[in-house]
């Protein structure tokens, strides 16, 4: 029974969501979140007041990803406003009018590097309105740069999954290596096939086979440099790989490689001159420059903007929370409700203020923007995030909710019993369990930090290679990304597509699965 009540929940809000005439994601979130609450008082007998001051921290939770998504809208609306897309558009016509090369440009070479700096779901965030504004339909782009921002994630954000999502277990770093380097072979053979199905959602298979050499030039650009630096370091991965593919990428389109010659570059086409695609280019390049610099941890500005050094602090009447607030602007909600639950914003490291609203600030100035035009686009922007907030606060909250309770919380249970059932098999299903908690969580990091321990121990009783079954883990939180109600609300958000979240969880848990097998069979082939 506590399985079932476990499960159906989860069972429910999928099929809200995908149902004919489905129910939007932020009436369907709340809807379960409060289900749940319901099942945890009333069955696993939870304490009334913790599951309060958990939903508590479900609703700070929600300050990441709503300023992430409020940062990416309105930086997208000020490239429209001050024509920085316009001429990105014109300037990508005159690399390769190709739909193929702007796909893999925008979509896999340049949103891979993003993820290699920033994570958040940053990469969809920036790319997808790039390709909306090239003329591709929105909702098609959203399952697209979904698909695409897989095989870059277990090293995103400076590898943040793989050094951090794993710290709690107790390895060493010769550990911590080979979790790395056998994570990015099977990403690596991933990469020979969910770029194609990625494309394959986008634009016809007749199209495909006619540039499947640019895209192994695109993809392969990527990935060797991503596997070689796998087996050396965690943290640069993606983003060195993803710069080195976006170069090569460019300058491959640049000279028709691979691409078909039925979108031959027109010879009376208008060229855009060097200094307005610098300019157009100088957000983008202020953005990834500001995340590089934040995230890079030798440098020591990431020190600066994650420092827990208490700066003041102050106790809210009634027992209800204690404020404290660090010399970084990170806020934390200490012992909410004197149960001893804690829940933080790193205001200055989330990258929503830096480094979007502050290279919408900086942009405003530099291409002297009107007041009327600058208010309107924050205007548009707080409009635009109302109903994904109501969607995110069912969605963290929820995700609080199942997670209370320790071994016996709800998340654990569905581990647990689902490692029983498969026993010594369980490198079959290993990574799945992964892509569960990617999609509760919205994180890779957090489904590497939850289900870690007990892929862990499972490894152990079982006798089956820790490292790989936790790299199996890694790339299952991976691949998850693609099915992440977070993730899949935000991307939506940004390109303004409505109702749309069951519908894409249809499309996208197709490769995930698909997803599964290659990092299983690889697995099977060099490592068992």
Not at 19 to 48: C, E, H, Q, R, W
Not at 175 to 202: C, D, N, R, W, Y
Not at 238 to 244: D, E, R, W
Request: some cysteine; proline content about 5%; hydrophobic content about 55%.
């Amino acid at each position: 029974m506590a399985l079932f009540l476990s499960i159906f929940p989860i069972v429910l809000l999928i099929w809200l969501m995908v149902k004919k005439n489905s129910m939007p994601s932020y009436v369907a979130l709340p809807i379960t979140a409060a289900l749940i609450y319901v099942i945890k008082l009333f069955y696993f007998g939870d304490n009334a007041m913790l599951l309060n001051a958990t939903a508590a921290s479900g609703l700070v939770s929600t300050l990441t990803p709503i300023t992430v998504i409020f940062g990416a809208i309105m930086f997208n609306r000020m490239m429209e406003t001050t024509g920085c897309i316009d001429v990105i558009r014109k300037w990508l016509a005159t690399i390769s009018p190709n739909p193929i090369a702007q796909l893999m440009i925008i979509g896999w070479s340049f949103a891979f590097m993003i993820e290699g700096a920033s994570g958040f779901g940053t990469p969809a965030a920036i790319a997808a309105p790039i390709l909306m504004s090239l003329g591709f339909n929105p909702l098609k782009v959203a399952i697209f740069t979904l698909v695409m921002n897989s095989v870059p994630v277990s090293f995103g954000a400076v590898g943040t999954p793989t050094w951090f999502g794993f710290a709690p277990l107790g390895l060493d770093q010769k550990s911590i290596m080979e979790i790395g380097m056998q994570t990015g072979v099977m990403h690596f053979f991933a990469g020979f096939i969910i770029p194609v199905i990625g494309l394959s959602f986008i634009v016809p298979w007749a199209e495909i086979r006619k540039n499947l050499g640019f895209i192994g030039i695109a993809v392969f650009s990527c990935t060797l440099p991503y596997v070689a630096l796998a087996m050396v370091n965690e943290e640069f991965p993606s983003l060195v790989a993803g710069a080195i593919g976006l170069m090569v990428s460019v300058f491959a389109a640049n000279r028709g490689w691979g691409l078909s010659k039925d979108y031959a570059k027109d010879p009376n086409a208008e060229k855009v001159p060097f200094a307005q695609v610098a300019k157009a280019l100088a957000p983008l390049g202020m953005l990834i420059g500001m995340l590089v610099v934040t995230r890079i941890k030798q440098l020591g500005i990431k020190g600066l903007l994650t420092s827990k050094e208490e700066w003041f602090s102050f106790q809210l009447p009634f027992d209800l929370s204690k404020i404290t607030v660090s010399d970084s602007l990170t806020i934390t909600f200490g012992n909410i409700f004197g149960q001893g639950v804690n829940a933080s914003y790193q205001t200055l490291y989330v990258p929503a203020w830096i480094p979007f609203v502050f290279t919408v600030w900086i942009c405003i100035l530099l291409y002297k923007t009107k007041f009327k035009d600058a208010w309107s686009f924050y205007a548009a922007t707080f409009n635009q995030t109302k109903k994904p907030l109501l969607a995110l606060m069912g969605a963290l909250i929820m995700v609080q909710l199942m997670m209370v309770g320790g071994d016996d919380s709800m998340v654990k249970i569905i581990g647990k019993e689902f490692a029983a059932m498969a026993g010594e098999h369980w490198v079959y299903f290993s990574p799945y369990l992964g892509a569960i908690g990617a999609f509760f969580s919205g994180s890779n990091t957090v489904s590497n930090l939850t289900f870690g321990p007990i892929q862990q121990q499972i490894a152990l009783d079982t006798g089956l290679s820790v490292t790989l079954i936790l790299a199996l883990q890694s790339v299952g939180g991976a691949m998850g990304n693609m099915v992440c109600i977070n993730n899949i609300i935000a991307v939506c958000s940004v390109l303004n597509v409505n109702n749309a979240e069951g519908a894409i969880i249809k499309k996208t848990v197709i490769p995930m699965s698909i997803y599964g097998v290659i990092a299983v069979t690889i697995a099977s082939i060099f490592f068992l």
